[in-house]
DNA sequence: GCCTGTAGACCGACGCGTCGGTCTGTTCGC
DNA sequence: GCGAACAGACCGACGCGTCGGTCTACAGGC
């Protein structure tokens, strides 16, 4: 008599959501199954029932998030023409998401990192990932003559790395991301070569 | 008579120096107090005798190889003419230190990320250290025309983020570190406009 | 010289809260 | 009435920090 409903909204996406919340504001090890529980207002068996483990839902929640930032990007770079192109698009969608969802950014970019060696493969996994999607692209640039032959997988992590920072920073400062879209762009277009445009 | 010696290298080293294998080894959380006064050949008391908690050791760690790593940087952009070279400099011995010792590295830029928002503030803090130190030689290098006028608050924290990414990458897979240089510096120089040098 | 008294470095067993995970229900659709 | 989806009381390990105690060094009275 107590609970009712739950079927459309199924537990596991509350609890998936909350999760979210949690690992956001406290960090992964912060967190309790508890505070879950708690912000999803279910109860620890039906924690244990769509999940093994607090890592459990933490991986896949990880996981999730990174198919929904790489889909975005694909989409951004599939409606423009010319590598170059391409490349800032994704950097103005990166950067956007970044922007209006910054406990999700915090997880991916932060998080992900605070979980010491056990899931260092799994950081590792994510930031490859996405290195990997802008060296095929700086590749293809190289390819097509837009930029200058170098070594695209040490460049395709600087980025990453660049980005992470600036965003963290600005997120932590409070600042508007967007206003250092423009600065961040520049750099890193000249960092491979691509400066001033054709 | 069981115990002896131990007056030339005093006891809060010894912790000192075991916090720092420790958490290199097993991160932040992973570590425990125990661990680290097993490593020590020391005892519980004696941790408590020198610091608060586990926490109170490990930022004087942070806050220890962070002036190591300054002074290093600070010596060699001594040893330069032109706010360039500085640059070049600095860059070199980031890297030769993260080369040759991997587990402080580790510390600094993982672990200290790996802490959760309580932390939050200390390692930004502690990037933000260096990336006023980047940026105090960029603007110099702005002044005296080597470079083009620029925001040099997010360069700076763009080639900390670049560096802290190739080289935590670079740590993981086992690569070389020194190998990655060249290309890096390359990208960084380009970044602000100073690629092909005098 | 020796003994007593004191300071403080150091020891390590244990208390106690915390938190992941389990287990026994209870409800509800079929 | 059977099983899946939940509820939530409970368990047990683990780890931080404490706390009563020891041991060494040294000062000072005799």
Do not use: C
Request: zero cysteines.
């Amino acid at each position: 008599m107590p609970r009712r409903a739950t079927l459309d909204t199924p537990t596991r996406d509350r609890l998936i959501r909350a999760a979210m919340d949690v690992f956001a504001q406290r960090g992964y090890h912060g967190a309790t199954v508890d505070d879950i529980v708690a912000a999803s207002d279910t109860s620890k068996g039906a924690f244990y029932h769509y999940f093994s483990s607090k890592q459990d839902v933490f991986l896949r929640l990880l996981d999730q998030l990174v198919q929904m930032v790489e889909a975005g990007v694909e989409a951004a770079i599939g409606g423009e023409e010319g590598a170059l192109a391409k490349v800032e698009a994704a950097l103005r969608v990166v950067l956007e998401v970044a922007s209006e969802h910054r406990d999700l950014a915090r997880i991916l970019l932060i998080e992900a990192a605070a979980l010491g060696p056990e899931f260092e493969q799994s950081r590792l996994g994510i930031h490859r990932r996405f290195a990997a999607l802008i060296q095929r692209h700086l590749d293809r640039a190289v390819a097509d003559g837009a930029i200058a032959h170098q070594d695209t997988r040490i460049a395709a992590r600087a980025w990453i790395g660049a980005i992470n920072e600036v965003v963290t920073q600005q997120l932590a400062n409070g600042g508007d991301l967007m206003e250092a879209l423009s600065p961040l762009r520049a750099m890193l277009l000249r960092s491979i070569g691509a400066g001033g445009t054709p």
